[in-house]
C-alpha cells in the first residue's frame, strides 16, 4: 500500500512516467525499500481504474521510441493522499535488504567468501554515501521534510557501513585474523 502512496506524492511534485517514478523512488527512497517493474505498473493501471491518477500519451521523441505513457494526479486523488497523510503511520520499522537476508546465513558457508562479499558490500555503501552527501547539499534548500529524509538516509547509511566494518572485523578474527585475498579470475569462472 505504501507504493501507491508514494506514487501519488511524487505526482504532486510533477506528472511522470512509469519509468520516472520507478527511478525516483529506487534513486532517493531506496534505504526504505526497493520495488521492482512488476509493482508500477499494475499500481499505475489500479489507480487510474480508480480515478487517482490519469494517463496520457505523449508524442514520440523519435520514430525509434515507443509513446510514452504520462501519469497526473486528480483532484481524488489528491483527497486519497491527503487522507493517508494525515492518517496514523504503522508501527512497526522494517528493514528490507537482500544483503542482510544473505548475511544472516553466512554461518553455513565460506567465512573467506563472507568477508570478501562484505567487503564489496563497504564499497558500495561508502560509494552510496559520498551521493547521499552530495544529494544532502543540494537538498538542505527543499522542504524541511525532505531534507530530514536525506539526513535520515545518510544517518543509516553511516551506521550500516559503521556495523558493516566491525561485522568484517569479526569474521577476520575468525579466519585467523588474516584479509582474505580476492579469488582470481579464474577461481571465478569456477563458482
Avoid: C
Avoid at 106 to 111: L, V, Y
Avoid at 162 to 167: G, V, Y
Amino acid at each position: 500500500m505504501a507504493l501507491r502512496y508514494s506514487i501519488l506524492g511524487l505526482l504532486h511534485y510533477q506528472d511522470m512516467h512509469g519509468y520516472q517514478i520507478k527511478k525516483h523512488i529506487e534513486k532517493h527512497f531506496g534505504f526504505m525499500w526497493s520495488i521492482n517493474y512488476g509493482q508500477i505498473y499494475p499500481n499505475l493501471k489500479k489507480m487510474e481504474e480508480d480515478g487517482l491518477i490519469t494517463l496520457k500519451s505523449t508524442a514520440k521523441a523519435d520514430s525509434k521510441r515507443p509513446e510514452r505513457k504520462l501519469y497526473s494526479i486528480t483532484p481524488k486523488g489528491r483527497a486519497e493522499f491527503k487522507t493517508w497523510l494525515n492518517s496514523l503511520p504503522e508501527r512497526n520499522m522494517l528493514l528490507r535488504d537482500p544483503f542482510l537476508m544473505r548475511f544472516v546465513f553466512f554461518g553455513f558457508g565460506d567465512p573467506r567468501r563472507a568477508w570478501l562479499i562484505v567487503d564489496e558490500q563497504i564499497k558500495s555503501y561508502e560509494k552510496q554515501l559520498k551521493t547521499r552527501r552530495e544529494n544532502l547539499r543540494k537538498w538542505r534548500k527543499l522542504d524541511i521534510y525532505v531534507h530530514l529524509m536525506a539526513e535520515l538516509g545518510l544517518t543509516l547509511n553511516e551506521v550500516f557501513l559503521d556495523w558493516l566494518k566491525k561485522a568484517q572485523a569479526e569474521i577476520a578474527n575468525k579466519i585467523d585474523g588474516t584479509k582474505p585475498v580476492p579469488p582470481s579470475t579464474e577461481e571465478r569462472a569456477d563458482t
